[in-house]
């Protein structure tokens, strides 16, 4: 069967995402559908809205047939590291087709083209005198691709799913991956836009109104992620950021812990405990520890790793592991197909990662964490131990 994969944080799965797929299946004629999914916590670094399993059940209900889970320390990455975790994860599975994708290019050639650009020394050499003039990376990376490419190209970073967009096909060159990159114009609302327009409403938006438990949102959600959305709400499992709980772990670090996360370089762990000594807020700590050349976003993956445990992996470091997390009947074929392909262990279970061997073992242990440590965020505290019991999930 041809296949489509795609990456997502279904956070919470709108009638975008619906969208999204229905057009790359029709692209690629698919007859199944594959998603790399953020577990508790996501990219720009805060807790989803709800438990990673009733998340899993909306996608599955909302068109996807097997769901496999990108580990916590790729999910909370920066944009390079996400993308690049998830792809490895599709690659491996040997029988993905498609990895598709929605962005605001509306094609994949011209991404394709800047991630060739992004990879070659002429860029490396073009963004050392941006860096080393303390901009920081972002602007950089714009700056050096405007005067290698022109202001049309570099105008591409600018919009966010065109930026994850470049960083799949980056991983799509490193991996020689035989997926072929597919583009769905993305519709409707803007990423983060504070309006919906038609029926589409971003992801952000819709955070907002669940958590300020406001009404409406129901006209931007599938009928099926709606009800998920309805009965965890029910069940007080909706997750948002909690200060005196966060700041209560970040306090407990000294710098020599803080050094060690993630993404922490030239000596900004002294900057970051300042900051954390003298915040009474999240936002306290994130608005006093950034800078010109540290971003807000960079200082909240900073701050997210440290409550989480996390520690800086090797540059090269990649998933050791499949982690199934939910499947349809037509999930549950792909998968029987997969177990003969796949370049890594396939677990199904958590309980059987030990078998799949160390590293394994030591990547559930850390999802194991994250999700516990998510259950201190839910308006109602949720037990230690929900990995172990709440997967997979099948429709």
């Known amino acids: 069967m041809s296949v489509i994969g795609v990456v997502a944080e279904y956070n919470p799965f709108h009638n975008g995402h619906a969208y999204m797929l229905r057009q790359a299946r029709a692209q690629a004629g698919a007859q199944a559908a594959v998603a790399v999914m953020s577990g508790s916590f996501v990219q720009r670094a805060e807790p989803a809205v709800i438990p990673k399993a009733a998340r899993v059940e909306a996608a ?18 920066s944009a390079e590291g996400f993308a690049r975790g998830a792809v490895w994860i599709l690659h491996a599975l040997g029988v993905v087709d498609f990895l598709a994708f ?32 303390g901009m920081a990376f972002a602007a950089a990376r714009q700056a050096a691709v405007e005067r290698l490419a022109g202001e049309d190209t570099a105008a591409l970073l600018a919009q966010p799913n065109n930026l994850l967009a470049v960083e799949y096909c980056k ?55 709606a009800r998920v959305l309805h009965r965890e709400m029910a069940r007080g499992h909706l997750a948002r950021e909690r200060d005196a709980v966060q700041l209560g772990r970040l306090r407990a670090l000294d710098e020599d812990a803080l050094a060690q996360l993630p993404g922490m370089r030239e000596g900004l762990e002294h900057r970051l405990a300042r900051a954390i000594a003298a915040g009474t807020s999240l936002q306290e700590v994130y608005s006093y520890a950034k800078s010109k050349r540290y ?3 960079a200082i909240r993956r900073l701050c997210l790793a440290a409550f989480l445990g996390l520690r ?9 592991a499949i982690r199934v997390l939910g499947f349809t009947q037509t999930g549950a074929a792909l ?18 990662a030990g078998q799949a061997g160390e590293q394994t073992r030591h990547m559930l242990e850390k999802e194991s964490a994250a999700t516990d440590a998510f259950g201190l965020l839910t308006d109602q505290i949720l037990p230690c131990g929900e990995e172990y019991r709440n997967f997979p999930v099948k429709i």
Do not use: N
Request: aromatic share 6%; charged share 20%; net charge negative.
């Open 295 to 297: 971003a807000h976003s």
């Open 171 to 225: 991983a799509l060159a490193e991996f020689d991956s035989p997926m072929q990159p597919l583009a769905v114009q993305r519709q409707g609302a803007a990423h983060g836009a504070a309006a919906p327009a038609g029926t589409f409403a971003s992801a952000q938006y819709l955070r907002g109104l669940l958590r300020a438990g406001e009404t409406g949102w129901e006209a931007f959600v599938p009928e099926g992620s």
């Open 60 to 77: 599955l209900r909302g068109g996807v047939d097997l769901v496999l889970e990108l580990p916590v320390d790729f999910a909370v990455a």
């Open 312 to 320: 800086a992996q090797p540059l090269d470091a990649l998933p050791p």
């Open 102 to 133: 929605g962005c605001e290019a509306g094609e994949a050639a011209p991404l394709v083209q800047l991630a060739a650009l992004l990879r070659a020394p002429a860029f490396s050499a073009a963004l050392r005198p941006y860096l080393d003039g």
């Open 335 to 352: 998968l029987r197909e997969a177990k003969q392909e796949a370049r890594l262990p396939i677990v199904t279970k958590a309980a059987d």
